[in-house]
């Protein structure tokens, strides 16, 4: 059985720093493209970060988020990352972490997509205050 917990969200003032984790177990971690999402009160579910399997050294980011956030990979810990910095008070959601079961690497016509994703977290809430 696959699960994906996520761990180390908050509530932070704009401007500050949080490092979100996804622990896996389950699934053959480091063989998997992993991604995170998030979703806001009221909005859909929308794309933020992807990174490739094995190596990780394919990434791909929301226009939103870059520069600000990186996504990274531990596959020695089955874990994925999300730091996120210079947080903003539009950064304020829920954050998911997924994994697609079949696909390794990046397809852009595809890495945003929710359905894309076979397995989910159950979210970490992350709150910045102005």
């Known amino acids: 059985q696959v699960q994906l917990v996520e761990s180390g969200g908050g509530l932070v003032q704009a401007g500050g720093s949080l490092r979100l984790s996804c622990a896996a177990s389950?699934?053959?971690?480091?063989?998997?493209?992993m991604a995170w999402f998030r979703q806001a009160p009221g909005k859909e579910r929308e794309f933020v970060a992807a990174?490739?399997?094995?190596?990780?050294?394919?990434?791909y980011y929301t226009d939103s988020v870059k520069g600000r956030f990186t996504v990274s990979r531990d596959n020695a810990k089955n874990t994925v990352y999300l730091q996120m910095n210079s947080l903003k008070p539009e950064d304020t959601a829920v954050y998911y972490c997924?994994?697609?079961?079949?696909?390794?690497?990046?397809?852009?016509?595809?890495?945003?997509?929710?359905?894309?994703?076979?397995?989910w977290g159950q979210g970490t809430q992350v709150t910045v205050s102005s």
């Open positions: 990174i490739n399997a094995w190596s990780g050294a394919g990434t």
């Open positions: 997924a994994a697609d079961g079949r696909a390794q690497y990046i397809h852009l016509g595809r890495v945003s997509d929710v359905g894309e994703y076979d397995y």
């Open positions: 389950g699934l053959t971690f480091s063989s998997n493209l």
